[in-house]
């Protein structure tokens, strides 16, 4: 989120500046709520960027080992810009797939929204 001009909480808030103008960013490593509470120049709106990924798959057990396959990576990606009002959006991120028990699959991870 470009943040000049932005009041925006929710997650944990970092700065990256290697950009000509630099980013509030915005990390959720559980659900919460991004609440914007002010735009640029006292706008009602603001350009929010976002990147959604659902969480991945749970590895695979071999019979009573104590090994297995590595799991799988989250195949749920989202990108998108979108125009954003002066409010508070639910975020809801998904957890990592558990582990297979033996000689059996690991489970699906669950999905992430914004």
Excluded: W
């Amino acid at each position: 989120m470009l943040f000049s001009g932005i009041s925006a909480t929710g997650g944990v808030i970092t700065v990256d500046s290697s950009y000509s103008i630099p980013y509030r960013v915005h990390t959720f490593l559980s659900g919460g709520t991004l609440s914007v509470h002010s735009a640029a120049g006292g706008d009602q709106y603001c350009t929010i960027e976002r990147l959604v990924v659902a969480g991945g798959g749970g590895a695979g057990g071999v019979n009573g080992t104590g090994l297995g396959s590595g799991g799988g990576g989250a195949v749920g990606l989202s990108y998108a810009t979108q125009i954003g009002g002066v409010a508070s959006y639910g975020v809801v991120v998904g957890s990592g797939g558990t582990k297979g028990s033996i000689a059996s699959r690991g489970e699906d991870g669950s999905y992430s929204a914004f």
